[in-house]
């Protein structure tokens, strides 16, 4: 097996990667530097691209990948999760013994 350097890299064959789609750039789109500066010291904006991401519809809907958090992280991840559960347990708890009262005195 041989390892690609410094020194043998002439002996490998060469493959680039080809494009065969149409180029989707369109002409005269970009600023030069210098017009980046000139437009940073009149105070004139630079028009800037934003990103909109659809995957997460708001930071609630967000969950973690367990697979990438560490030891600690999962286990602050359980605790919180835990007690999440334990509130809306409570909850429906005191919910459903406000439902008994009140079906004790109308009865």
């Known amino acids: 097996m041989k390892i690609k350097n410094l020194l ?10 080809q494009s065969t789609k149409p180029s989707m750039t369109i002409p005269d789109q970009a600023l030069t530097v210098k017009e980046i500066l000139t437009r940073f010291a ?3 904006p630079v028009e ?7 995957d997460v519809e708001s930071p609630d809907d967000f969950l973690p990948d367990p697979r990438t958090l560490d030891l ?3 286990q602050q ?3 919180m999760v835990q007690e999440e559960l334990n ?3 409570s909850k429906a ?3 459903e013994t406000v439902g008994l009262t009140k079906t004790e005195t109308e009865g």
């Open 48 to 54: 800037q691209h934003t990103t909109i991401y659809e």
């Open 87 to 89: 509130h809306i347990r």
């Open 42 to 44: 009149r105070g004139i």
């Open 77 to 79: 991840y359980a605790e």
């Open 72 to 74: 600690a992280e999962r």
């Open 8 to 17: 043998n890299a002439q002996d490998f064959e060469k493959s680039y990667e």
């Open 93 to 95: 708890q005191s919910a």
